[in-house]
């Protein structure tokens, strides 16, 4: 048993109730019957949080739990089967990182905490993979794990269908077409990462956390926490507010992409994990990124002769390279 963990000032995520990060029930835009209000409140949410709590989405809670129990099993790994599908294997960036791999937070020293991504699956005949353009390919698997990798595979597809249906509710909230994302995101930067975050005792500094202050790279991320919290937010004073897992919910938060489409409308929020509860912390985020060759600029609906572009063009998938290179240190030579 580890030791109560202490937090130096400023590590502390405030307790507050949970309208504080809203819950949105998605299920009247998963049938069709209220569009409307859905867009609406994931449109106010995007505005004045960045962060939601989603409900009713759909995905089955079986193939959450699958897909956790199938994380646990390979984390629990002996670290030689892990490294033989390191990152540094893949010309596309898949595959396991370990502790300390990765470093969310250039100010920090490092985050106390293991990966394994996946992507979209893409065979040599792909013409992108033939053109070697970066992050396009196919995932490594580990030997052994019977189970494992159609877990993550039913997972992905799920993420991948849900994401798109939050697109549309944006799309909505933008005041543009419903569909105005699609071809923007028919063939996705699209990551599954599993992650493990060991609990933290002692005092702890802000030197290590689990995962550094950061904010996402891509469109959005769908995160499901499972039942070990950690996960706090930066609101508009500077105060960090813990995100404690609802049963039935997953947490949606917007990334630095769709913040550039939106000329800042909806919020990139800075969040951070600090794992003190004492056990394994075990997390699915599905980042859904654009397509690599999307432009992303600012949309005619969010500027105005008074707030102009804040944010230049940007190539959605240099844009990613670059973030990835700036936080793995496997990528730094």
């Known amino acids: 048993m580890l030791d109560h963990a202490t937090l130096a000032a400023g590590l502390e995520g405030k307790r507050v109730a949970f309208r504080s990060i809203p819950v949105v029930d998605l299920a009247p835009l998963l049938s069709g019957t209220d569009k409307t209000v859905v867009a609406e409140a994931v449109g106010r949410a995007c505005r004045e949080v960045g962060f939601l709590y989603i409900a009713g989405h759909g995905v ?31 010309p596309c960036h898949r595959g396991y990182y370990p502790l300390f791999e990765e470093n969310t937070d250039p100010d920090l020293t490092a985050d106390l905490k293991e990966g394994f991504d996946i992507a979209l699956e893409l065979g040599p005949d792909d013409p992108d993979v033939a053109a070697g353009k970066p992050l396009h390919g196919p995932n490594q698997w580990p030997e052994g794990l019977p189970g494992f990798r159609k877990a993550l595979e039913d997972y992905y597809a799920a993420m991948r269908r849900l994401s798109r249906q939050l697109l549309r509710a944006f ?79 997953f947490v949606v938060n917007i990334g630095d992409q769709m913040a550039h489409w939106t000329n800042g409308l909806f919020a990139a929020t800075r969040h951070r994990v600090i794992n003190t509860s004492g056990k394994e912390r075990y997390s699915l985020p599905f980042f859904f990124d654009p397509n690599y060759d999307t432009v992303v600029e600012c949309l005619e609906t969010c500027r105005d002769a008074d707030h102009p572009p804040k944010y230049p063009p940007v190539k959605a998938g240099e844009y990613l390279v670059g973030r990835f290179n700036a936080t793995y240190n496997y990528r730094k030579g």
Request: hydrophobic share 40%; with cysteine; aromatic share 8%.
């Open 60 to 90: 089955p809670e079986s193939l959450i739990e699958r897909t956790f129990a199938e994380v646990r099993r390979f984390f629990a790994l002996p670290q030689a089967r892990k490294m033989a599908v390191h990152m540094r294997n893949s």
């Open 171 to 249: 799309a909505l909230g933008l005041e543009v077409p419903e569909d105005f994302f699609e071809d923007k995101v028919d063939k996705p930067l699209a990551q599954l990462r599993t992650l493990h975050y060991p609990p933290q005792a002692g005092h702890i500094e802000a030197e290590t956390l689990g995962c550094g202050a950061h904010t996402d790279y891509g469109c959005l991320t769908i995160l499901a926490q499972g039942d070990v919290g950690g996960l706090q937010l930066c609101n508009s004073a500077g105060e960090w507010i813990a995100a404690p897992p609802i049963p039935g919910t």
